[in-house]
């Protein structure tokens, strides 16, 4: 082959290459291990423990954006829970299991303004078929988006705008659960497969209006979790950007 054939062969490779789009990646903004730092971290954290009253869960994001959640009233001598379990979500070493005592919850003092081209992940594994809260960033009645336990499902609720129904309860199995927000579409993702979805947006929650925030555990303290939560996280992408393969079970599909 001469040298100008492989001069245009490369040529010809650029220009194909850059006519094809870049996949994005995701971009983590905020998560949380849901106890394996505190209780590898020591500070008298261990397995079967209450969150230390007033403690925290650290964002594993840094920086001036970061939010560190709040134990409301494990560990208060009233209520049993939040509590550091080892029955973990695959992959991970360290859960948080709530008990569902009154007001028991993790939560910011503010909600995290996200409208478009986002996604909210977690691992649950629910202990009933009861109707309960498990995450949820805005306010349930009006505006934002989380994941409930909803007459005997796991659902994606969009606060004053639609359910999205998911599969049935399996008590004690660990679930993975994504709602990836993009293009004027809701979807609900189930151990990282496309499950359900909604032509609708969340109305965007706003840090400023009473009763918007961000929990874990319970809707604005009430409803509370009896379930295992493990590895909660927020991320964006730029429009269009999403793939199944950014979740992070994509290798973990059952």
Not at 112 to 118: A, N
Not at 169 to 197: E, F, G, H, M
Request: hydrophobic share 40%.
């Amino acid at each position: 082959m001469s040298r100008f054939t492989l001069m245009s062969c490369s040529a010809l490779a650029a220009v194909v290459a850059s006519a094809i789009p870049a996949m994005a990646a995701i971009t983590v903004i905020h998560q949380w291990d849901m106890g394996a730092s505190e209780v590898a971290g020591g500070n008298g954290n261990v397995i079967g423990q209450q969150l230390p009253t007033g403690g925290s869960q650290t964002d594993l994001v840094s920086g001036p954006n970061a939010v560190n959640l709040s134990n409301d009233l494990g560990g208060s001598g009233v209520y049993t829970g939040p509590i550091y379990t080892s029955n973990a979500a695959p992959g991970c070493k360290v859960a948080i299991r709530f008990t569902g005592d009154a007001y028991e919850s993790l939560d910011s003092a503010a909600c995290i303004k996200l409208h478009q081209d986002f996604g909210f992940q977690l691992w649950v594994k629910a202990t009933d078929n009861s109707d309960r809260m498990i995450a949820y960033n805005g306010n349930p009645a009006k505006n934002g988006c989380g994941f409930i336990q909803h007459h005997g499902h796991l659902e994606g609720l969009l606060g004053g705008v639609a359910f999205i129904k998911g599969p049935k309860i399996i008590p004690d199995q660990w679930v993975n659960l994504a709602l990836v927000v993009s293009r004027a579409k809701t979807k609900l993702y189930v151990n990282a497969r496309d499950y359900a979805s909604c032509k609708s947006v969340p109305k965007p929650p706003s840090p400023a209006l009473d009763g918007d925030g961000f929990w874990i555990g319970s809707q604005r303290k009430i409803q509370t979790a009896y379930c295992g939560i493990d590895d909660v996280k927020i991320f964006t992408f730029i429009p269009g950007g999403f793939a199944v393969r950014d979740l992070a079970c994509a290798d973990k599909k059952r």
